[in-house]
Nanobody, 126 residues
Framework: QVQLQESGPGLVKPSQTLSLTCIVS??????????WTWIRQPPGKALEWMGA???????YYSPSLNGRTSISRDTSKNQFTLQLSSVTPEATAVYYC??????????????????WGPGTQVTVSS
């Protein structure tokens, strides 16, 4: 059974870098042919696709985040990490990690993903 679990600080100050990790169990991110993805949902708003890292190591990012996003992976720990720099209170959201096939690339609909984490709340506030 594949499980994803997000972890990271629940509170980040404005202008800092938000860093979250997704630990994957039951599948190997280096060999499973999936796009390992980060999606967020601000309060009262729709889901937003942020970026993904392919099992090959290639990365893909949402242009709307203006180059502030970086996704990396640690294959020895079977986890991948999101970094979002220069955050503002608008980055307050529930952040999800997910795994999907090529159909999921740039898409936020949960039905397109084979695997979806429980989500973690991140609040940006001074």
């Amino acid at each position: 059974q594949v499980q994803l679990q997000e972890s990271g600080p629940g509170l980040v100050k404005p202008s800092q870098t938000l860093s979250l990790t997704c630990i994957v169990s039951g599948a190997t991110i280096r060999t499973s042919a999936y796009y390992w993805t980060w999606i967020r949902q601000p309060p009262g708003k729709a889901l937003e696709w942020m970026g993904a890292i392919h099992y090959s190591g290639n990365t893909y990012y949402s242009p709307s985040l203006n180059g502030r996003t970086s996704i990396s992976r640690d294959t020895s720990k079977n986890q991948f990490t999101l970094q979002l720099s220069s955050v503002t209170p608008e980055a307050t959201a529930v952040y999800y990690c997910a795994g999907g096939t090529s159909r999921s690339l740039y898409q936020f609909a949960r039905t397109l993903y084979a695997y979806w984490g429980p989500g973690t709340q991140v609040t940006v506030s001074s």
